[in-house]
C-alpha cells in the first residue's frame, strides 16, 4: 500500500498546482518522498492506510495536510507556521510535526475532508438571478452535500468588487446575469452537517493556507452564519428530498442544488435523488416551479454548469463551466 499512499500525495500535489496552490503542492510532494515509518505513529498508520488513499476515495492526503494547517491556524506549531508563512516547509520540519503533534493528528485522520466552497456560490447567483427572469415567485432554497450550509446564503453575498461581507470576484466570461433574488427559506442536508460556530477550525484547516482571498470569503460567510445559521439536517439526500417535495408548495420556485457533491453521493443515493426529482418535476406548475440547479464535475475542464425548469413544461439549460473553487465562470447559458 506504501506506492498508493506516495501516489495518492503526488496526484493531490498537481490538483493543488492546478487549483492554485503551490504551497500545499509542495508539502504533498514533500511527504510523498520523504515520510518514513521512523518516523513515528502517523508516518507509520499514512504509510499503512488500510483502504484507498486516493482523492476518489479516502482523500488521505487531504486529511494530513488539514491537521498541519490546523496546527498553523491554532498556534499550536510556531515553527511550522513561520515556516507556511514563508511558503517553504522543509522535510526535516514536517517529520518533527508529525512526531511532536502525534495524538492531535492521528484524531484528524479519523475523519474524512469536509469544506465548504464559498466561491460556489457565484454559479448559484448566476442560477437564481436567471430564474428570477423566468417566475416571479421566491425561492425556496433546498441544498444537497451543504456541509455547514455557507451556499444557503448566496443571495446574501455581493458578486463583483467593491460591497461589503461575503465579496465574490471570479473572473466572469460571458454576459453577467441581472435580477433581484428573492428567498423565501432555506434548507439543506448533509451525512455530517458542521455548525458554523463550533466547526469552524475544521473548515478553514481544510482551506488551502497560501489563498487568502479564499480564507478571507470563508471567514466573512462564516461570521453571516454564526449569526443567522441555515438549518442543515443530518441525513441522506434522497430521503430528505423525498419528504421535501412530497407534495408542491405554492407560490414558491423550489430551487433544489447541489455543488461538487453528488460526485460523493454513493450511486444508490444519486439514482433515487434523480428519481424523487422526476416524480416532483411531473407534479410542478406555474403555481409551484421547480428547479433543479448542477454544478458538478464530468470529466471536463473545471465543472459542468445545468438547470432544469418544470413549470407545467420541462425546460434545460447547459449554463457553461467553472472552476471547481469558483475562481472563474464561463457563462454561457444556452437551452436545451
Not at 508516518?43 to 498541519?68: H, N
Not at 466572469?172 to 469552524?200: C, K, Y
Amino acid at each position: 500500500m506504501t506506492d498508493a499512499v506516495r501516489s495518492a500525495f503526488r496526484d493531490q500535489a498537481q490538483a493543488c498546482r492546478d487549483l492554485g496552490s503551490p504551497l500545499t503542492a509542495q508539502i504533498c510532494d514533500t511527504l510523498a518522498d520523504a515520510l518514513d515509518r521512523s518516523q513515528g505513529m502517523v508516518a507509520a498508520r499514512v504509510l499503512d492506510w488500510p483502504g484507498d488513499p486516493s482523492g476518489r476515495a479516502d482523500a488521505l492526503p487531504l486529511r494530513l495536510c488539514g491537521a498541519l494547517h490546523a496546527l498553523v491556524l491554532t498556534r499550536s506549531a510556531p515553527d511550522l507556521a513561520q515556516a507556511y508563512a514563508a511558503a517553504d516547509v522543509p522535510a526535516s520540519l514536517l517529520a518533527d510535526s508529525l512526531r511532536a503533534h502525534e495524538e492531535m493528528i492521528l484524531a484528524w485522520l479519523d475523519s474524512p475532508p469536509q469544506t465548504n466552497e464559498v466561491g460556489r456560490s457565484a454559479v448559484l447567483i448566476g442560477a437564481a438571478r436567471l430564474l428570477s427572469g423566468l417566475s416571479p415567485l421566491p425561492l425556496r432554497l433546498l441544498e444537497l452535500g451543504a456541509s455547514a450550509g455557507l451556499n444557503l446564503n448566496f443571495d446574501r453575498y455581493h458578486l463583483g468588487a467593491g460591497g461589503e461581507g461575503v465579496i465574490l470576484t471570479p473572473q466572469w466570461r460571458g454576459e453577467m446575469p441581472q435580477g433581484q433574488i428573492r428567498v423565501a427559506s432555506r434548507h439543506g442536508v448533509d451525512l455530517n452537517p458542521l455548525d458554523p460556530a463550533r466547526d469552524a477550525l475544521r473548515l478553514m484547516a481544510y482551506c488551502w493556507a497560501d489563498q487568502d482571498a479564499r480564507l478571507a470569503r470563508l471567514r466573512a460567510a462564516l461570521a453571516l452564519a454564526q449569526a443567522a445559521p441555515p438549518q442543515v439536517d443530518r441525513g441522506d439526500a434522497a430521503a430528505w428530498l423525498a419528504h421535501r417535495l412530497l407534495d408542491p408548495v405554492p407560490g414558491c420556485l423550489t430551487m433544489v442544488f447541489h455543488t461538487v457533491a453528488a460526485r460523493y453521493f454513493p450511486a444508490d443515493t444519486a439514482n433515487a435523488c434523480e428519481a424523487v426529482l422526476a416524480r416532483a418535476a411531473v407534479r410542478a406548475s406555474a403555481e409551484a416551479p421547480l428547479a433543479h440547479v448542477e454544478m458538478e464535475g464530468d470529466g471536463g475542464h473545471g465543472a459542468a454548469l445545468r438547470l432544469a425548469l418544470w413549470d407545467g413544461s420541462e425546460r434545460r439549460w447547459s449554463l457553461g463551466r467553472a472552476d471547481f473553487h469558483g475562481r472563474w465562470i464561463d457563462w454561457q447559458p444556452r437551452q436545451l
